[in-house]
């Protein structure tokens, strides 16, 4: 991914709203193009990234900005439908096939917990398939197999709402304290509601180009995709956790990272920044591991030392992460990297990573899929 440049970000604030997913999905693809200075028939092809919406949703959108007459592709890889169509887009440029790709993800989720995908049909029937139930099932095992307390995963909420009051994008911004989270009401053992994200509204999107068009026509190319690496479910990886088989698990996240920063030629140590998927606070804890932040089994004594916290040496989740923006399936990869966008080019204010330089963005979807994306400047 030596060649492909980040020429502009587009956002929309996630949140939840009184009009459609495609005046959402607008305002962000109107947002990207003029922070690209790009008009939208300079784009050669958009790939838009969505879970719920109808077919032609994002020729839906694109067409209340104008009608281009270049491809429009919908991608879909539930949580990970944002990353899959920036590892698309990249690829694509990476071929020669197309100069410039816009891609495009947007989310207007209904209420209450997501399920069914990835689960066969008695598993669904049978209550098996809502999501907090294996986020529970995962929470409870890293707390038997590891030092992690009740106490940690309250913590990694606070800290991440306690970035989110500097991000105008959030959905929530305001400070919780451990004690606030842990009497918040329960929902699925040990997991408590501010445990948890909630599924939201909202959009982001990157314009990406080949770096020599990019410096053609006078851009600002500093800021590239490093790599991507994309994984799903094999024979012995694991997706949702099976205690008795813990040690015979492997993670498709850290595969995934492990593509990603062989692609960049760089090592987790190189890395200034990370935002991953806080579907719940337990889901973070994991990520340290997975990602090579840790040694597994060191995940919460990381969390402790202040290292992922504004300030420390590895900073997870600044923007607020997903448990304060909320979740727009669609939205949320893409979502990650504006904000890693926003940190390497210094302009994030309050929550600003001294001397950022690469950032690493982590989705995990059901369906049993993961992608890693490491931007640098």
Same mark, same amino acid.
């Given at each position: 991914?030596?060649?492909v440049?980040?020429?502009?970000?587009?956002?929309?604030?996630?949140?939840?709203?009184?009009? =459609?997913?495609?005046q959402?999905?607008?305002?962000?693809?109107r947002?990207c193009l003029?922070d690209?200075?790009l008009?939208?028939e300079?784009?050669d092809?958009?790939?838009?990234?969505?879970?719920?919406?109808?077919?032609?949703?994002g020729h839906? @959108?694109v067409n209340?900005?104008?009608?281009?007459?270049k491809?429009?592709i919908?991608?879909e890889a539930a949580?990970?439908s944002?990353g899959?169509?920036?590892?698309?887009g990249a690829?694509?440029i990476e071929s020669g096939?197309v100069?410039?790709? #816009?891609? #495009?993800g947007?989310e207007?989720?209904p209420?209450?917990?997501?399920?069914?995908a990835g689960?066969?049909?008695?598993q669904i029937? %049978? =209550?098996?398939?809502v999501?907090? #139930?294996?986020? %529970?099932?995962?929470?409870?095992?890293l707390?038997r197999?590891?030092?992690a307390?009740?106490e940690d995963?309250?913590d990694?909420?606070?800290?991440n709402h306690?970035h989110?009051?500097h991000?105008?994008?959030a959905?929530?911004?305001?400070?919780f !304290?451990r004690?606030?989270?842990?009497? %918040?009401r329960?929902?699925?053992?040990?997991l408590?509601l501010?445990?948890l994200?909630t599924p939201n509204e909202?959009?982001a999107?990157?314009?990406?180009?080949d770096?020599?068009?990019a410096?053609?026509?006078?851009f600002?190319n %500093?800021i590239r995709i490093?790599?991507?690496g994309?994984a799903?479910?094999?024979?012995?990886d694991w997706?949702?956790?099976?205690?008795?088989?813990?040690s015979?698990?492997?993670?498709?996240?850290?595969r995934?990272?492990? !593509?990603?920063?062989?692609?960049a =030629?760089m090592?987790v140590?190189d @890395?200034d920044l990370?935002?991953?998927?806080?579907?719940?606070t337990a889901?973070?804890l994991?990520?340290?591991s997975d990602?090579g932040l840790?040694?597994?089994?060191?995940?919460a004594?990381?969390?402790r030392?202040g290292?992922? !916290?504004?300030g420390g040496?590895i900073?997870?989740?600044?923007?607020?992460?997903?448990?304060?923006k909320g979740?727009? #399936?669609?939205?949320?990869?893409l979502?990650?990297?504006?904000e890693?966008?926003t940190?390497l080019r =210094?302009?994030?204010?309050p929550r600003?990573?001294?001397?950022?330089?690469?950032g690493?963005?982590h989705?995990?979807?059901?369906g049993h899929?993961?992608c890693v994306?490491?931007?640098q400047?």
């Amino acid at each position: 991914m030596k060649n492909v440049a980040i020429v502009g970000v587009g956002i929309h604030p996630f949140g939840r709203f009184d009009y =459609g997913y495609r005046q959402i999905g607008e305002v962000a693809m109107r947002d990207c193009l003029a922070d690209a200075k790009l008009q939208p028939e300079d784009v050669d092809m958009v790939l838009v990234a969505n879970v719920g919406a109808e077919m032609a949703k994002g020729h839906n @959108i694109v067409n209340r900005v104008r009608y281009i007459g270049k491809p429009i592709i919908n991608v879909e890889a539930a949580c990970a439908s944002g990353g899959s169509a920036l590892s698309l887009g990249a690829s694509l440029i990476e071929s020669g096939a197309v100069k410039t790709v #816009l891609c #495009l993800g947007v989310e207007k989720a209904p209420r209450g917990f997501i399920a069914g995908a990835g689960f066969e049909n008695w598993q669904i029937e %049978s =209550g098996l398939g809502v999501n907090p #139930l294996y986020f %529970s099932f995962q929470a409870q095992d890293l707390m038997r197999t590891t030092d992690a307390t009740l106490e940690d995963l309250a913590d990694v909420a606070v800290k991440n709402h306690g970035h989110s009051v500097h991000n105008p994008h959030a959905m929530y911004r305001r400070e919780f !304290t451990r004690g606030e989270v842990l009497a %918040s009401r329960p929902v699925c053992d040990p997991l408590t509601l501010l445990m948890l994200c909630t599924p939201n509204e909202g959009a982001a999107a990157v314009a990406l180009m080949d770096k020599d068009e990019a410096a053609k026509r006078g851009f600002d190319n %500093s800021i590239r995709i490093g790599g991507i690496g994309l994984a799903s479910r094999a024979t012995d990886d694991w997706f949702v956790p099976a205690p008795s088989l813990q040690s015979e698990m492997t993670s498709i996240s850290a595969r995934a990272a492990d !593509t990603a920063l062989e692609q960049a =030629g760089m090592g987790v140590d190189d @890395i200034d920044l990370v935002e991953c998927q806080d579907t719940d606070t337990a889901s973070e804890l994991i990520a340290y591991s997975d990602l090579g932040l840790c040694n597994k089994g060191e995940e919460a004594e990381l969390l402790r030392s202040g290292a992922t !916290t504004l300030g420390g040496s590895i900073p997870v989740n600044v923007s607020g992460g997903l448990l304060s923006k909320g979740e727009p #399936l669609g939205a949320s990869g893409l979502g990650q990297v504006h904000e890693l966008v926003t940190q390497l080019r =210094g302009t994030a204010g309050p929550r600003q990573v001294k001397d950022a330089r690469v950032g690493m963005a982590h989705v995990m979807g059901a369906g049993h899929n993961a992608c890693v994306v490491v931007v640098q400047r």
